[in-house]
């Protein structure tokens, strides 16, 4: 069975200082991996994703995540975060039939 | 941009009653999604649908949960016989394809059982 981890629950960070969440999965096959964002009261937004290819990928709002196979991680990085990425982060992994299993989120903290 | 959009954004509800979630999802998507959050937890796959039936469902979604797409743009989320821990937001979502495509979400719809 797919499972996502998400070791790190809550991140502080400083405004224009770097940000890098923690993913791993445990998958049998070749993972289709996502990042989602949750703003308080909001829904899901896509970040990112990555299906195959390219194992470092851009997303929306400065984001990206690289792939690493052999750690079975999708860490996700922002060089220089915004007060307005203060939101709950989540990682997922997608099977066949799109069906995603989610890891447990990590809620980024902004300090100005 | 089309969107999935969901209705109520928030529905309170007596305990034992019924309850329907509403979604219209983006318009050329055949595949639809139910995910509930319960406060504080992970987001949770509900049930997956497709071809007007259901494809896959979790554990949690037993004979009190219904899905339905009773017209060409609707689709709902019935909880026939609601409980306390129902209590969560219910999350609809669409894509595409089955697999290999991104699933665009809702706003939710936060359901309180009282």
């Known amino acids: 069975a797919q499972s996502v981890t998400q070791p790190d629950i809550h991140i502080t960070v400083s405004e224009g200082a770097s940000l890098e969440l923690r993913c791993n999965y445990s998958?049998?096959?070749?993972?289709?991996l996502f990042w989602y964002v949750q703003s308080p009261g909001q829904g899901l937004q896509l970040l990112l994703k990555?299906?195959?290819?390219?194992?470092l990928v851009q997303g929306i709002k400065g984001f990206e995540a690289e792939f690493k196979r052999s750690q079975s991680s999708f860490n996700l990085r922002k060089p220089s975060v915004h007060w307005s990425d203060a939101a709950e982060y989540f990682c997922?992994?997608?099977?066949?039939?799109?069906?995603?299993?989610f890891g447990g989120g990590t809620r980024v903290l902004v300090k100005p | 941009e089309p969107e999935v959009t969901q209705t109520p954004s928030h529905q309170v509800t007596q305990m034992g009653q019924e309850v329907i979630l509403r979604c219209v999802p983006i318009?050329?998507?055949?595949?639809f999604y139910w995910y509930r959050q319960i406060l504080g937890q992970k987001v949770e796959f509900l049930v997956s649908?497709?071809?007007?039936?259901?494809?896959?469902k979790s554990e949690i979604f037993d004979d009190q949960f219904s899905v339905e797409r009773p017209d060409g743009s609707n689709f709902t989320l019935k909880i026939r016989s609601t409980k306390l821990e129902d209590s969560a937001m219910y999350f609809c979502?669409?894509?595409?394809?089955?697999?290999?495509?991104?699933?665009?979400f809702g706003q939710g719809t936060r359901l309180t059982v009282v």
């Open positions: 998958y049998g096959a070749t993972p289709y």
């Open positions: 649908f497709y071809n007007n039936e259901i494809s896959e």
């Open positions: 979502a669409s894509s595409s394809q089955g697999s290999g495509t991104e699933a665009f």
């Open positions: 990555y299906f195959s290819g390219d194992t």
């Open positions: 318009s050329n998507h055949l595949y």
């Open positions: 997922a992994v997608g099977a066949a039939g799109n069906k995603l299993t």
